[in-house]
């Protein structure tokens, strides 16, 4: 089975769904939860996600671990393959992904996800930026509206999001070359990027992303070293 359920406003589409599977026994294989107007949103590792009232979207699925057949890292990787699959789609532009999890759409961030797990379900939420164009604090933030020029509806943008996502999670066999389809999207793989690592800045390039999760760097200074997240930043 497979529910989408909309809430006019709401704190975070995170926390009502978990706190929904806490106090239900819940029988569908895919559900979901979405608001345009998302009070406390929050990001992974403990950070925020800031949401404008009826400019973006946030959107949060739970799924029963049991249908999945890859390692919980690879989980992740295939949900951020599959949401830039869709907005590439959608919008006819190439999108990046940047370790580990955020989508890059012309060098700038207008998506971010949340992987937690709840009993025997993933929790996932989705944060896409998509009508806003002042981005007058947040300059890495951009939204589908300001790189590409292009409006959607939000309701059937959430709605077509939802039922893409049941498809390729739930309807469909995951594939077993997850890795190598996020390699194929990673920001700036095999690229002299900028790295800050305890506060000191130096030249790297990432090779690859493994299986664990860790990103393997070759520095200028160090040579190639393997970071988890946020023991790195890559300055873009």
């Given at each position: 089975m ?14 009502e769904?978990?706190d ?5 026994y ?10 345009f ?6 990001g992974?590792?403990g950070?925020?996600?800031e949401?404008?009232p009826e400019e ?11 249908n999945?057949?890859?390692?919980d890292t690879c989980?992740?990787f295939?949900t ?7 907005i590439a789609?959608l919008?006819?532009?190439?999108v990046?992904i940047?370790?580990?999890?955020d989508?890059?759409?012309k060098?700038?961030k207008i998506?971010?996800m949340l ?5 025997n ?9 998509i009508l806003q164009e002042?981005f007058?604090?947040l ?5 589908v509206l300001s790189q590409t020029?292009l ?6 943008f ?5 039922q ?6 739930v309807q ?6 997850v890795?190598?389809l996020y390699h194929l999207?990673?920001?700036r793989k095999?690229?002299v990027s900028v790295?800050?690592k305890?506060e000191?800045?130096q030249?790297?390039i990432i090779q690859n ?12 200074n160090?040579?190639?070293q ?11």
């Amino acid at each position: 089975m497979n529910s989408l359920i909309y809430f006019n406003n709401c704190a975070s589409t995170q926390d009502e769904l978990i706190d929904f599977l806490n106090q239900h026994y819940l029988s569908e294989d895919f559900l979901a939860v979405y608001t345009f107007n998302q009070t406390k949103g929050r990001g992974q590792y403990g950070n925020s996600w800031e949401n404008l009232p009826e400019e973006n979207l946030a959107y949060s699925f739970a799924l029963k671990t049991k249908n999945i057949n890859i390692s919980d890292t690879c989980f992740n990787f295939y949900t951020a393959i599959l949401v830039r699959d869709f907005i590439a789609n959608l919008t006819k532009t190439e999108v990046k992904i940047k370790w580990p999890n955020d989508l890059i759409l012309k060098n700038k961030k207008i998506c971010g996800m949340l992987f937690e797990k709840n009993k025997n379900y993933f929790v996932v939420g989705i944060g896409i930026n998509i009508l806003q164009e002042n981005f007058k604090n947040l300059p890495k933030a951009g939204s589908v509206l300001s790189q590409t020029g292009l409006s959607f509806e939000l309701k059937a943008f959430a709605e077509s999001l939802h039922q893409y996502l049941f498809e390729y999670l739930v309807q469909k066999e995951i594939p077993n070359d997850v890795l190598e389809l996020y390699h194929l999207h990673l920001y700036r793989k095999n690229e002299v990027s900028v790295f800050e690592k305890n506060e000191i800045r130096q030249n790297g390039i990432i090779q690859n992303v493994d299986e664990n999760g860790y990103i393997w760097i070759d520095l200028e200074n160090e040579g190639l070293q393997k970071f988890f997240h946020k023991e790195i930043e890559l300055l873009y």
